[in-house]
């Protein structure tokens, strides 16, 4: 296959060229209710060009190998037309024309086990969490996507890398007459199929606390002061601070760029981010972005002060910071943009007891249920919470959304606990989804929070 | 395909086959820098087995190996699901004027020059940063099956969209226009976005409570999302619909009438069947308040011993591809009906309230039961009818099921967006949460 990119590539009238080739290979099974409702085994492939031309540089996603000339015709066009109306010419930073095969070696590879075991496997999964009257439905599926990605560049790169993803994960609903509650399950990652096994208590507490959802008082909307739990805390990470952290989000927003310069006081003193995929085991993990940049761990966030950002190599060059593999595609159909790995709040001095002690009074919230950011204001949801009065967990509560600044936010982080943990299964969504998004934190303490309510 | 089908009969199976291809250009803008043109074209076919009462799916790009692709088939018919339904045999449908040849000369100079033209002139009334996208996008696809139905669309469409940012980053009031090939943004538009972004460049801080609520066409997806859920031949199936017994019950607003209607060939993406074949009709969800249908596909229609209304179609709640997702009831070409009052004596009508220009976190909350709470982004706070500046860090909850009971009025003017076609809507008794 490399050859034939090579060869593709030698057509190229370019300044610099490079060419993906993937095949993605998709297993989905899926439950609703009791019945078995979806199955499919899936090969694709495709081809993604980018070309750089004159300082303008381009991409075009095809399938057929027969488009391959108009490929590189339309992309130098395109490359051509930004050259003509752009003031500011694109480069590309300096990188090492990497040659390597990266085929990771998991424990138990899930195109080992046979379709009928991954069937079996949900089912038992489904059958736990419906197991109660009031469960109304479910809706819980298998995942297992297999990427193969072949890599060239007119630089001399050649890299080879599989991406194994796999996850159980659904929606459990609960009823009680008008009443409806829903609560998300998840458990997956890129390890192996080992990581799915003997997941029953996962499933088993979130039945639980759909149950109990239906018992919950809704929260009442106003200013609360919340600890967030790992997963929430995670996504908060994730969703306001992390997307400014990704340069092409910042590069042409001057109020933005202006706002988050390398040495910005943005947070609480205590706070420190990270995000590093380089960790064998995660769900974030891979070796080479796509453009055959090997992801190195990039510190954002040090003391509150900004320390670092995720680039791709025109964005490295444009801003003159260090490229550090962080662009990266959804597959074959989209040209690499530049995402988080698995960003995380590195763990406080805090114990779980004192940081529930500092609270006092206010509101114990958990789990994420979605969230957007759109500038310096973030929403997410919580798929349940207590309320916490001299320092102890008393009654649950439902329907929390939260909003905010992200800079008011991360000032108003005052104690960060001594315990960790990353999440399973990802789904960001900047223009195309990154399933492999990891993102995570200790528990957190926040002051005066923005919550909706019902 | 053909070949395919019949290598299918020889497993006696009936087979269906839907194949689609796609060209698209996209041309963005940000801070008036031409920052990207990006092409894709794009193959690909996906194919259901039924044998046996079962059901399997599997789809490729790699249209050359239909072995593969038949084996993967036949894997998921034997493991697979129950199948509740035949394949269909439609005949001859309504020809549709869904492409505009005149978008094949359409080319990716002429998309930068519109964005350009844009940029300027709304650069000229706001000092508020201008970004801008542009696309083409031609597709054709094809459903086939062994009962005999044989249906082929081609289509095209044109899409521009200007978004005028706010101080602080991303949110910003935004519109397109769509069409099925160019159309020239006009002066109307430029000065609607500008007037609106204008006062916004102060704060407001408006108290948390009950207040008017403008939903601009832009944020209705926040609501509209719920209420597609809710009326789902699937939500109905799987108990998940609070409106499940409500059928001919007035349970809105009696100015509140929502209908799909694939059929309108004046707007781009039209179509006559859907993607399992079935032929398309207008169905109307919502009479003036009262609720008259939920929509199926071929799969929930067989399960609930309905007729299938022609929404087997192949979208994600969030997009997706095409080719990878099994048909599933979805109501693509939402219309809501537009009302008599013109967007500024909406907000004139407003003693105090806010106008959400966009939303965020839509995707967030009990959407079957039509709970939403949901950030403003933007969010304008009105006072007497005048805009009085954006709100930061604001919230708006509810339950649709209780907020489409509350509406004041509609604009006369419906617009496409993301969600559906549809006017602004003004509700009162709206729970807004902010900082103060």
Redesign the interface.
């Known amino acids: 296959m490399i050859e034939k990119l090579k060869a593709i590539l030698a057509r190229a009238d370019a300044d610099y060229a490079d060419l993906r080739y993937e095949t993605k290979r998709e297993t989905k099974i899926s439950f609703n209710g009791p019945d078995l409702s979806h199955v499919t085994v899936s090969n694709t492939d495709g081809y993604v060009l980018r070309i750089l031309k004159g300082g303008g540089f381009s991409t075009l996603a095809f399938t057929r190998e027969a488009d391959a000339e108009k490929a590189l015709r339309t992309a130098l066009e395109n490359a051509r037309l930004i050259a003509k109306n752009s003031r500011q010419p694109v480069r590309l930073a300096a990188a090492e024309a990497v040659r390597d095969e990266f085929l990771p070696k998991l424990e138990e590879d899930p195109r080992q086990i046979g379709l009928d075991e991954k069937i079996e496997l949900t089912k038992k999964y489904n059958a736990l969490a419906r197991s109660n009257p009031l469960i109304a439905t479910t809706s819980i599926g298998y995942s297992e996507t297999v990427r193969e990605k072949h890599f060239a560049s007119t630089e001399g790169a050649v890299v080879r890398e599989d991406l194994v993803t796999v996850g159980i994960s659904g929606l459990i609903t609960s009823r009680d007459g008008n009443l409806i509650q829903n609560a998300r399950v998840a458990v997956g990652g890129s390890a192996g199929f080992q990581i799915l096994r003997s997941r029953e208590e996962e499933f088993e507490k979130k039945k639980k606390i759909v149950l109990d959802l239906l018992k919950a008082q809704s929260v009442p909307g106003g200013v609360h002061n919340v600890i967030l739990n790992n997963s929430l805390a995670g996504v908060f990470t994730h969703e306001a601070f992390g997307h400014f952290s990704e340069a092409d989000l910042i590069e042409d927003n001057p109020t933005m760029r202006q706002k988050m310069h390398l040495g910005a006081k943005l947070g609480n003193d205590i706070l420190n981010i990270v995000d590093d995929p380089t960790k064998y085991g995660q769900l974030g993990f891979y070796k080479y972005d796509d453009e055959g940049i090997p992801v190195a761990a990039v510190p954002l966030l040090r003391n509150g002060v900004l320390c670092g950002r995720l680039h791709s190599r025109r964005t490295a060059a444009e801003f003159g910071e260090p490229v550090n593999g962080h662009c990266v595609a959804e597959d074959f159909g989209y040209a690499p943009i530049i995402r988080m790995g698995t960003i995380f709040i590195t763990p406080g001095k805090d114990t779980i007891e004192s940081l529930f002690a500092k609270l006092d009074d206010g509101l114990y919230i958990l789990d994420a249920k979605g969230g957007q950011t759109s500038g310096e204001n973030f929403t997410f949801g919580a798929q349940y919470g207590y309320r916490v009065k001299n320092g102890k967990v008393t009654d649950m509560v439902r329907d929390i959304n939260l909003t905010g600044n992200l800079y008011k936010t991360m000032q108003n982080i005052t104690a960060i606990a001594d315990d960790f943990r990353l999440t399973e299964t990802g789904g960001c969504g900047k223009g195309q989804t990154n399933i492999r998004s990891c993102h995570g934190a200790p528990h957190i303490l926040v002051q005066n929070v923005v919550i909706g309510g019902k | 395909m053909e070949k395919l089908l019949a290598l299918a009969q020889a497993q006696e199976a009936q087979a269906e086959s839907y194949q689609l291809d796609t060209d698209l250009d996209i041309v963005t803008f940000?801070?008036g820098?031409?920052?990207?043109?990006?092409?894709?074209?794009?193959?690909?076919l996906s194919l259901r087995l039924i044998k046996d009462r079962k059901i399997?799916?599997?789809?490729?790009?790699?249209?050359t190996d239909r072995e593969?692709l038949l084996r993967?088939g036949l894997?998921?018919l034997r493991?697979?699901?129950?199948a509740y339904f035949d394949f269909p045999k439609t005949g001859s449908l309504p020809e549709l004027n869904s492409y505009d040849p005149a978008i094949e000369n359409l080319t990716?100079?002429e998309l930068?020059a519109e964005c350009?033209r844009v940029h300027r002139a709304l650069s000229g009334l706001t000092k508020a940063?201008v970004?801008l996208y542009a696309y083409k996008y031609v597709y054709r696809q094809q459903v086939l099956n062994t009962s005999g139905t044989d249906l082929q669309t081609k289509g095209s469409s044109y899409h521009m969209q200007a978004t005028l940012?706010?101080?602080?980053?991303?949110?910003g009031i935004h519109r397109g226009i769509t069409g099925k090939s160019f159309l020239s943004a006009s002066d109307e538009l430029f000065n609607f976005l500008a007037e609106l972004t204008n006062p916004a460049f102060r704060e407001a801080q408006p108290k948390?409570g009950n207040m008017k609520v403008l939903f601009m066409p832009e944020a209705l997806y926040g609501l509209t999302w719920r209420l597609k859920a809710g009326t789902s031949g699937?939500s109905v199936y799987?108990?998940?619909s609070?409106v499940a017994d409500k059928l001919g019950q007035k349970i809105f607003d009696e100015k509140l009438t929502v209908y799909d209607d694939p059929l309108n060939d004046q707007m781009p993406m039209a179509v006559a069947f859907d993607s399992e074949g079935t032929p398309c009709r207008k169905l109307t969800i919502v009479d003036r308040g009262v609720l008259k249908n939920f929509y199926y596909d071929l799969?929930y229609a067989g399960r609930m011993k309905a007729q299938p209304t022609g929404h087997g179609n192949r979208s994600g709640v969030?997009g997706g591809?095409p080719?990878?997702i099994?048909p599933n009831p979805a109501l693509d070409n939402l219309y809501i009906a537009p009302g008599s009052h013109s967007f500024e004596n909406l907000v004139k009508a407003m003693d105090r309230g806010i106008i959400a220009g966009?939303v965020?976190?839509?995707?967030?909350?009990?959407i079957?039961?039509g709970?939403f709470?949901?950030?403003l982004?933007p969010g304008l706070y009105v006072e007497n009818g005048v805009i009085q500046g954006r709100v930061?860090?604001?919230?708006?909850?509810?339950?649709i099921y209780d907020l489409l009971k509350e509406i004041v009025a509609i604009e006369d003017t419906v617009y496409i967006t993301y969600g559906g076609t549809c006017p602004s809507i003004l509700f009162d008794n709206v729970?807004v949460?902010?900082?103060n």
């Open positions: 940000e801070n820098r031409l920052k990207d043109i990006s092409s894709s074209l794009q193959s690909g399997g799916f599997t789809y490729t790009r790699n249209l593969e993967n894997v998921t493991l697979g699901a129950e990716n100079t930068a350009q940063q970004n940012l706010l101080p602080g980053g991303s949110s948390t699937k799987q108990k998940e609070p799969e969030s591809d080719i990878t099994k966009g965020l976190g839509a995707h967030s909350g009990n079957p039961n709970d709470s949901i950030g982004s930061s860090e604001a919230m708006i909850a509810g339950n729970r949460a902010t900082r």
